[in-house]
């Protein structure tokens, strides 16, 4: 069976609206951070569709690494919260307002 | 379209439902975890459409890909989410504002990115297929190909993301680290 290529296209970038949408009008960092990943799956979604659509599978290959990365990212923004946290409690992109304390 | 159309036939019926009740079911558990209050819920929503897009994967015959991303996605990185979330203990979050002052922006942004969707639809893809070298296009030999591309050429970008990796766990707990603990 063959997922036509258009309808996978279509999802994907409906499911990157979503995400980038969440990322831009979310306050809460960590809500951010999990709207990148629904983005990253968009992008993940693409890549497999269109390995399926050349029948290469190089496309695979590239979407591995994509979810390597986006475990990387993963562990250094959740890092970055803690330390912020530490700092002044809350996860409000609103509440960092300085830039050096 | 024709071509579009000829797409659609092809494809079983059945097999037609499933993808567009994945879709669906991905797409409303995109738009429910970018939009609940209690981010809990968001993080069960996320997961939600984690499987759904392994479900997707399958369908696009992407077999490693399905699995990775329901032991990755699924099982490693969301519940590092859900870990920090409860680490942090957030109880004011839910009576705050979901959205910044600016949502219509980003519901503008997210729109254009539906109208590339429209797009996509309505102009169909190119579908002359370029023939992959080392493809026998059998789906038995798929996960084999990606085996070969994955420590053949790209032998050396899969290093480097070992030591991406590794340098993320070394910035995690750097960052992490307690600052009095060193003077």
């Known amino acids: ?101 | 379209m024709p071509t579009h159309t000829a797409y659609v036939l092809a494809m079983s019926s059945s097999a037609t439902a499933v993808f567009y009740y994945m879709a669906a079911a991905s797409v409303a558990s995109a738009i429910l975890a970018v939009s609940r209050k209690n981010p809990v819920h968001s993080m069960l929503w996320v997961l939600a459409l984690f499987l759904h897009v392994a479900g997707i994967f399958l369908l696009l015959h992407a077999e490693f890909l399905a699995a990775v991303q329901v032991v990755v996605y699924a099982g490693a990185i969301l519940v590092f989410y859900l870990f920090v979330l409860m680490l942090l203990d957030l109880p004011g979050e839910e009576a705050r504002q979901r959205f910044g002052a600016h949502w219509p922006f980003a519901v503008a942004g997210g729109l254009s990115f539906a109208a590339l969707a429209w797009l996509s639809v309505v102009v169909p893809v190119q579908t002359e297929v370029v023939p992959f070298a080392a493809s026998d296009a059998t789906s038995a030999g798929k996960l084999a190909d990606v085996g070969h591309e994955l420590f053949g050429p790209f032998a050396l970008p899969f290093e480097i993301v070992s030591l991406i990796l590794l340098a993320a766990i070394v910035g995690a707990v750097v960052l992490v680290r307690r600052r009095s603990a060193e003077s």
């Open chain 1, 1 to 101: 069976m063959i997922v036509p290529m258009e309808q996978v296209l279509a999802l994907s970038a409906v499911l990157f609206g979503i995400g980038a949408f969440g990322f831009l009008a979310r306050r809460n960092i960590i809500l951010m951070l999990v709207s990148v990943e629904v983005m990253l799956n968009a992008v993940n979604i693409c890549l497999a569709g269109f390995s399926q659509h050349l029948n290469d599978p190089r496309g695979q290959v590239l979407a591995l690494f994509v979810i390597a990365v986006a475990a990387a990212e993963a562990a250094v923004g959740l890092g970055l919260i803690i330390a912020l946290n530490r700092h002044k409690p809350g996860a409000g992109v609103g509440d960092l307002t300085k830039l050096k304390w």
